[in-house]
């Protein structure tokens, strides 16, 4: 007997998770094929369109699904995103920092963020220990063309256009990896009564179709958004708000062309504070993704919108046509569990925070690729794992929570209500509290947590811990220092070296993609 998937909603989500799970069950390469893949998708449904910034995890993704890196740049107005630049987050001028997808040198077997703090932090964190800030700085491409897909000079992921990363996921998990696609809006859900067959009383039998259709399954995936039809609506498993401390509540989101063919793309996603919010800013091919995410507990919607649009306009780069923003409202936080009986909840039916950090697919693809290595045979075996994916999944919310609110608590802006909120101790996650103060008598460092599938590493945090201002007790890093010198020195020097290198080899976003259309 096969193993039925079924998947609840397509958008990027569900067909993430289809492409995922496919790849290793269902695609021609796999011998013996015991699962089928379907996904059940309502016409009456738009997608949410944002998220349109990736981690380095989806270059692992799209080649293990098999989709061609050309392709994937070609048909979703795609560029590469190696660094997310916060701006105004310190102090509320111009001042900036780098959070890059490239390790500090040396990482993993010296603590060179303590030597930096020995230095009497002579120069910018990021700066001093890695090249990419500069080659951020100058919007070039983390590659050059004759390197083979997926290869880098600087690890790198994408920006993308939703809408159309949706249509070419669409394409291949149907021809290419075998899903089965069935439109139709989802009336009821068919429970299990009385069951004799394995499952357990309380699981989902089946989804009854509008059309009088019913898909019968044997595990369910919620990738239905908001609505939640299955984990929400149905199992009605609880949401948890974290709006006591992350207080964004409300995103308008715009997109405008570029102002010309020739206007530099940039090589990362731009975050610009704002008095109750921040402004992103995701570069495409062909235009740019922009929105003010805000509380509506501390300013309204024409207010956040004319500072949108004031950001728009004094941006000599973009086209200069009428805007009109969507507003899309949220709570954010999680659900109490993600996976209850035989269903197992992914994407914004799991949970939703504002898109700081770029966490939305990254925890797309984490768990598709957990529940694909794990795909239950057995009733009795799902009950198992979904004890595991609860509290993994649990903890990866807990820790997203953690790192968003450490940007935030982090500033010395007090020039609004909004941020002088975000100081205050009973807004600050007691695991937070505690890793501030390891934090304040040494670095951040691989061996700190017990973590073993964390999803910010200590190089992450020491990004922006350093370049938010933050300060390491200097006694310990000094004698560090001392007896560590000779390596350091030469990490430094093949920095410099590398950064001078790559500024001068590397083409710009501009010219690659450019050249990839070209040819």
Known sequence: MKTKVVIVGGGTAGWLSAGIIAAKHCSENTLNQQTDVILVESPDVKNLGVGEGTWPTMRDTLRQIGVSERTFLSCCDASFKQASKFVAWLDGGKEHYYHPFTAPAGYGSVSIA??????????????????????????????????????????????????????????????????????????????????????????????????????????????????????????????????????????????????????????????????????????????????????????????????????????????????????????PGYRASFWHQNCVAIGVSAGFVEPLEATALVLIEKS???????????????????????????????????????????????????WRAHQQPDTIPESLQEALTLWRSQAPGVYETNQRFELFSSASKQYVLYGMGFHTAQEQAKKLHQKEAPMIKRLRNETLHNTEKLLSVLPTNRQFLSGLIKT
């Open 114 to 331: 303590d030597h930096w703090s020995a230095t009497s932090q002579e120069q910018d964190f990021e700066s001093w220990v890695c090249a990419q800030g500069a080659v951020c700085q100058q919007n070039l491409a983390p590659k050059t063309p004759k390197m083979p897909e997926y290869a880098f000079a600087l690890n790198y992921g994408y920006h993308l256009n939703a809408g159309k990363f949706v249509k070419m996921l669409h394409q291949h998990c149907v021809e290419k990896l075998g899903v089965h696609y069935i439109q139709g809006h989802v009336e009821r859900v068919v429970s299990v009564e009385n069951s004799n067959t394995g499952a357990k009383n309380g699981d989902i039998a089946a989804i009854a179709l509008a059309s009088g259709e019913q898909i019968e399954g044997d595990l369910f995936i919620d990738c239905s958004g908001f609505a939640a039809i299955l984990i929400g609506k149905h199992y009605q498993v609880p949401f948890i708000s974290k709006q006591h401390i992350l207080f964004n509540d409300t995103a308008l989101a715009l997109q405008i062309d570029h102002a010309s063919d020739e206007v530099s793309i940039a090589s990362c996603t731009v975050a610009t504070a704002q008095p109750q919010g921040w402004i992103w800013d995701i570069a495409l091919q062909n235009r740019r993704g922009i929105g003010h995410v805000f509380s509506s507990d501390f300013t309204d919607t024409e207010q956040a919108e004319q500072a949108l649009f004031n950001y728009v306009k004094n941006d000599p780069n973009l086209t200069a046509e009428p805007i009109s923003s969507r507003t899309i409202k949220f709570t």
């Open 368 to 418: 598709a690729e957990w529940i694909s290595q794990q795909l239950p045979r057995e009733r009795s075996a799902m009950t198992v794992l979904s004890k595991r994916f609860n509290l993994l999944t649990s903890q990866r919310w807990q820790e997203i929570i953690d790192f968003l609110k450490l940007h935030y608590l982090l500033s010395n802006r007090s020039d609004s209500e909004y």
